[in-house]
């Protein structure tokens, strides 16, 4: 199977290499035909490895590629483990790329940087399969900082554009502030167990439960909690959990298909794969557990209230995506990881569907993202409205669809927890299906119903999308109905994740769940009862209420509601705090060392200063070498003098 | 005669040769010769690679003969794992430079050109020597070539500038001659291998330590005596910052790993928290101020500060690590630190090279090192500004490239010694990517900013060929680290078994 995991990672890479390089020799469509051709490869490889998995014998794969390098007795390898965690997401991260890349096609059409952005999309294929499938610690955390680089080259895709340029770099100093707290958990980790496998961590986990480091003071904190924070901490950056979820909205300056591919489907689910994927690890810490739920619970809710505000259309799926990854983040501080790891699965075809249609959309249009100047779009884009209606459907877990499935699983399980800080996580994911089913119902009522508030000329020009953009929503469309019913039972219940994820007994809440799961039309009816589904029914009529019955009620209640408007318009001032308060500081910082520090005192006091004394007293000295012979003759008597009373005494 | 002998010998008499032949030939014979010589040094500098052991600690290619017997000095050449990558990098990056300067440099150029050999000869031989007074004048004659380069060919205030340098560093070097005195007196013999093994009472050691200190602290620099580097930088040609970066300042973390750990282990021991708390603060101080430098020169000069000050605490690293007690074993977590500095050292090399041939390249087409007045080059040098950004990258340390490999080692090393060194050198994942990234999108991205940028023309054939050579290597070694590690491996293990016996 070596060959066969090889090949799936390196293929999109010699795609992206060959796009990349030869860009000007093989043209567009060579171009595109390559990169396509080398991420379908990956995708069929990756299915058969995870048919191979269900439904023959393929058993978990551990091996090393190459020694990256050895030192003092510690072996940093790169290397693949596979197992069923693994197979699924390289299914998905495949699948959806692969759309993305066919749907690109039509949605870059025009673009002088054609050949460039299919280099990235398939370089960023690469780097997300060398993240989920690593099996240490070092090439994970290459795949990390990889897929944050191309995710910088991306949102700077259109690098004349001075809100991308900026967005690129916040979102990559962002990241990077999670990564440094990754680093310090690896290296707490690698202190403790001596290495940086997995299977080596994992197996020494029990063993360092009690162990303690000494931070601040005399106090000593558990190894494991500090370590599962600091990785946490990554997974805060990298899956945009408050606070650092700044950078995922600005990241929607990149073209349409990466905020699909990368800021929806894969790589911001990186953090939510690695916490399943550290289970063994996040298992002993309640602790950071509870800061786990915690993180996501806020995230979950708080974000999706801003969702509500936005009327770039791009901005409120970013805002669904950022709430969404709460929910999976929750999840995973439940100990639900694979309910958490299914909603990532359902999420990624839901959202990028979503993401595609929206693009679909705003090609439409002739790039438009306002939703104020859409509506009615219904008649003239049917393919892409049945679609949106399908990916909206399963993003509130309207019954039967993917997301109705995952989510219900995943809100049930976080009710069934007795994690501290569970009661609030509850809480928030409940209140929070009434927002998601609010903001997407207005902007799905905004953008294909009611008055048609597009110009004329626009009006006239509205066209549905070519077929490379239909097929991939179409496609992508049907799994977000569809697949949660073959596979709730088996992934959730069924011991899908045997080996791959591990639970401790106390934390099981779905083993709980499961006792009481009938199969996945049982688990619907059960659903049709639960208040859920009356909360995701409110938010839908709510949002016909105000933006197709009565659309002059949102401005009354924006303006009654001023205060808490301009809170949520300002996204709750933390983007001013970021850049007027801790940017200026550090520059601030800068300048005052700079100017102080080095200018002022070492250069100017200490350096120049001795070189300015050398010369001021050189200046003085000099005086006493008048030139008069008296002088001398003076200095000598007086000299004599003392010295002579000096021998004497 | 030896091959190290050759390889000093060569581009000192080749330099001579230029300056002989100068550059009024027609053919511009002179550039023709520097560039031939330089990549016979090359590769005959492969055979240190080749015909390495990469299994022993001890002294190779060693070549001995007596000098100055009434003082027992001698010509004493030899290298191990230490130095061989050193001079492996020294004779890579000076064919670069000369090939750098080739049409740029107007004024006197076979002098320019003869300078950067000359200049080479010597940093080989301060690299191989192991007579500490053969060491000392190759140490002190590198300065005169250097001092010529700024001056000659800098901007304009380079006279500043180059006396600044000159004094700094002559400074520290004086010291440095009264400890090697001292340790002559105590051992009879100048080879620093018996220096190594000189047992030395603590107040001695303590002085030693300190001599030794002020004369590496400079060449490295270590924060607070680092105010010549970003003037030196910033009036040198484009040449004199590469090997000024790249080559010059490795002079110090050599310097700690051959004299001062070995010699005086006991100070080092008493004395590293200092030396961790001046390398952290070059780490954290640094890279603010490198966040808010107008001058592109400037602010590469700060990140090469800010960089060294990792090799620093990677070799100081060993002694706190050692004593932490939660540890069961921490010799694995010293090895990290000792190999991420040297790894370190290597990949700057390599990397603030580039970024200076990058700002060269810059500066030929505008005449202006001001971040200011650059915008939106990726528009008319699309393929310049892959590679600038690819440097960029590699410069914040980012996996896959060699910028990685080192800061990596020596921040998991870090944490083995105390969570807080570790916190405050990871930083420079923040600050590193912060100045860097800042720079590129001032510089590089954006729309045209004025009409000097619409006007540049892409990277030529020349300049091209370089930066994708240093891409090439920036990439080998982030992939595959691994042979540089296996050459350094005895020779640095050897080394901590040596530094961590006392000598008292």
């Avoid at chain 1, 020799?25 to 051709?37: L, N």
């Avoid at chain 1, 965690?85 to 039509?106: E, K, N, P, Q, R």
Wanted: glycine share 10%; charged share 10%; with cysteine.
């Amino acid at each position: 199977m070596e060959n066969i995991y090889l090949t799936v990672v390196l293929s999109p890479l010699v795609a992206a290499l060959v796009a990349g390089l030869f860009g000007k020799q093989v043209g567009r469509m060579g171009a595109h035909t390559v990169t396509i051709a080398g991420v379908a490869t990956s995708c069929l490889l990756s299915v058969y490895t995870l048919y191979s998995m269900l439904f023959g014998d393929l058993g978990t794969y551990n091996g090393t590629v190459y020694q990256w390098m050895s030192v003092g007795g510690i072996n940093m390898e790169v290397g693949f483990l596979v197992d069923r965690l693994t197979a699924l997401m390289m299914v998905v991260v495949t699948f959806v790329s692969l759309m993305v890349h066919i749907y690109t096609i039509g949605y870059m059409h025009d673009d002088p940087g054609y050949q460039r952005f299919f280099s990235y999309i398939s370089l960023f294929t690469f780097a997300m399969l060398m993240l989920v499938m690593a099996n240490n610690f070092l090439q994970l955390f290459f795949g990390w900082e990889a897929v944050g680089l191309v995710s910088y080259l991306l949102i700077g895709f259109w690098y004349k554009r001075p809100t991308a340029i900026f967005a690129n770099m916040k979102a990559f100093l962002v990241n990077r502030i999670g990564d440094f707290g990754f680093l310090l958990g690896i290296a707490a980790l690698l202190m403790f167990t001596g290495s940086l496998d997995y299977g080596d961590t994992f197996a020494a986990a029990e063993g360092i439960a009690a162990a303690q480091i000494n931070i601040v003071g005399d106090a000593n904190w558990s190894l494991l909690t500090v370590a599962c924070i600091c990785l946490f901490v990554g997974a805060m950056g990298k899956s945009a959990q408050v606070p650092l979820h700044v950078w995922l909205p600005d990241s929607m300056e990149g073209p349409t298909p990466i905020s699909a591919l990368i800021h929806a489907a894969t790589m911001v689910t990186a953090g939510v794969f690695m916490v399943a994927r550290m289970s063994p690890l996040f298992e002993l810490s309640e602790t950071a557990l509870t800061f786990v739920i915690v993180i996501g619970a806020t995230t979950a809710l708080f974000t999706g209230f801003l969702g509500l505000v936005q009327n770039d259309i791009k901005r409120v799926v970013a805002y669904s995506t950022l709430s969404q990854l709460g929910y999976m983040t929750v999840a995973l501080g439940a100990s639900a990881y694979a309910a958490g790891v299914y909603h990532l699965m359902t999420h990624a075809f839901f959202k990028a569907l979503l993401f595609l249609a929206a693009g679909s959309v705003i090609i439409g249009l002739h790039h438009e993202q306002d939703m104020r100047k859409m509506g009615g779009l219904k008649k003239y884009m049917p393919i892409t409205y049945w679609t949106s209606l399908a990916g909206s459907l399963a993003l509130i877990g309207f019954p039967g669809t993917a997301g109705f499935f995952s989510k219900d699983a995943l809100i049930e399980a976080v009710g069934h927890s007795t994690i501290a800080g569970s009661g609030y996580a509850y809480f928030c994911v409940l209140a929070g299906v009434f927002v998601t089913a609010l903001y997407t119902f207005r902007m799905f009522f905004l953008v294909f119903h009611g008055k048609e508030r597009m110009d004329e000329d626009a009006r006239h020009h509205v066209h549905e999308s070519p077929w490379v953009v239909r097929v991939p929503l179409v496609l992508l469309a049907i799994p977000s109905l569809l697949i949660g019913w073959p596979t709730i039972g088996p992934v959730l219940f069924d011991d899908y994740f045997a080996g791959a994820i591990f639970v401790a007994a106390p934390h099981d809440v779905l083993a709980e769940l499961g006792a009481d799961f009938h199969g996945a039309f049982g688990f619907l009816l059960h659903g049709l009862q639960s208040p859920v589904l009356l909360l995701a029914f409110a938010g839908v009529v709510v949002a016909w209420y105000l933006y197709l019955k009565n659309p002059l009620l949102p401005k009354a209640i924006k303006e009654r509601t001023e205060f808490l408007y301009r809170l949520l318009d300002n996204k709750y001032y933390l983007d001013d705090f970021n850049e007027k308060v801790l940017a200026r500081a550090s520059r601030m910082l800068g300048q005052g060392l700079w100017r102080g520090g080095d200018a002022a005192v070492i250069d100017g006091a200490l350096v120049n200063g001795s070189a300015n004394a050398v010369g001021w007293i050189a200046g003085k000295v000099r005086r006493i070498q008048t030139g008069y012979l008296y002088h001398y003759a003076f200095a000598m008597v007086i000299g004599l003098c003392i010295l002579i009373a000096w021998f004497i005494w | 005669m030896g091959l190290l002998s050759i390889l000093i010998g060569l581009p000192v008499v080749g330099g001579l040769l230029v300056l002989a032949v100068g550059s009024r030939t027609a053919a511009r014979l002179d550039r023709w010769l520097a560039l031939a010589i330089s990549l016979v040094t090359f590769v005959l500098s492969l055979a240190l690679y080749t015909g390495f052991n990469f299994g022993t600690a001890d002294m190779q290619f060693v070549e001995r003969v007596a000098w100055i017997p009434a003082f027992n000095i001698e010509y004493y050449l030899g290298v191990d794992g230490i130095s061989t990558p050193l001079i492996l990098l020294s004779t890579f990056l000076t064919p670069m430079i000369i090939v750098a300067g080739w049409e740029v440099i107007k004024k006197h150029p076979a002098q320019y050109m003869a300078a950067f050999l000359i200049l080479e000869g010597l940093m080989i031989g301060v690299f191989a020597a192991l007579d500490a007074m053969l060491f000392y004048v190759f140490w002190e004659a590198m300065l005169i070539p250097m001092f010529i380069i700024i001056g000659v060919w800098g901007g304009e205030r380079r006279v500043y500038a180059t006396v600044k340098f000159f004094l700094y560093t002559f400074l520290g070097s004086v010291l440095m001659l009264v400890a090697l005195v001292y340790l002559y007196l105590q051992s009879g013999s100048f080879s620093i291998l018996d220096f190594h093994l000189l047992p030395l009472p603590s107040s001695a050691q303590l002085w030693i330590f300190l001599a030794f200190l002020v004369a590496f602290a400079v060449k490295v620099p270590m924060w607070p005596v680092h105010t010549w580097l970003p003037d030196a930088h910033v009036e040198a040609p484009t040449g004199g910052s590469v090997v000024l970066a790249a080559v010059l300042l490795k002079m110090g973390g050599y310097g700690f790993v051959r004299f001062s750990l070995p010699i005086a282990p006991d100070a080092s021991a008493v004395l590293d928290g200092f030396m961790i708390a001046l390398s952290l603060i070059a780490v954290v101080y640094i890279g603010f101020v490198a966040l808010v430098q107008t001058d592109m020169k400037k602010l590469i000069a700060y990140s090469s500060i800010a960089h060294m000050g990792f090799v620093t605490l990677g070799f100081f690293l060993v002694w706190a690590i050692l004593r932490n007690t939660s540890l069961a074993d921490g010799m694995s977590g010293v090895q990290m630190g000792v190999t991420g500095a040297m790894v370190q050292m290597i990949s700057h090399g390599l990397i603030s090279g580039a970024m200076f041939l990058c700002v060269g390249v810059l500066y030929d087409r505008m005449h202006s090192r001001q971040i200011a007045d650059y915008g939106g080059v990726v528009n008319t040098m699309p393929k310049f500004a892959a590679l600038m950004v690819f440097f960029s990258m590699a410069n914040a340390g980012l996996p896959g490239t060699s910028g990685f490999v080192g800061e990596f080692l020596v921040i998991l090393a870090s944490y083995q010694a105390n969570f807080w060194y570790a916190f405050l050198a990871a930083t420079t994942l923040v600050l590193g990517a912060a100045y860097t990234l800042w720079m590129v999108k001032r510089v590089v991205f954006g729309d045209i900013a004025n009409d000097h940028v619409k006007d540049l023309q892409d990277m030529n054939r020349r300049e091209g060929l370089l930066l994708l050579i240093l891409a090439a290597s920036v990439l080998a070694l982030g992939l595959y680290p691994a042979p540089l590690i296996e050459m350094m491996e005895p020779t640095l293990v050897n080394l901590i078994t040596h530094v961590t016996q006392s000598k008292l």
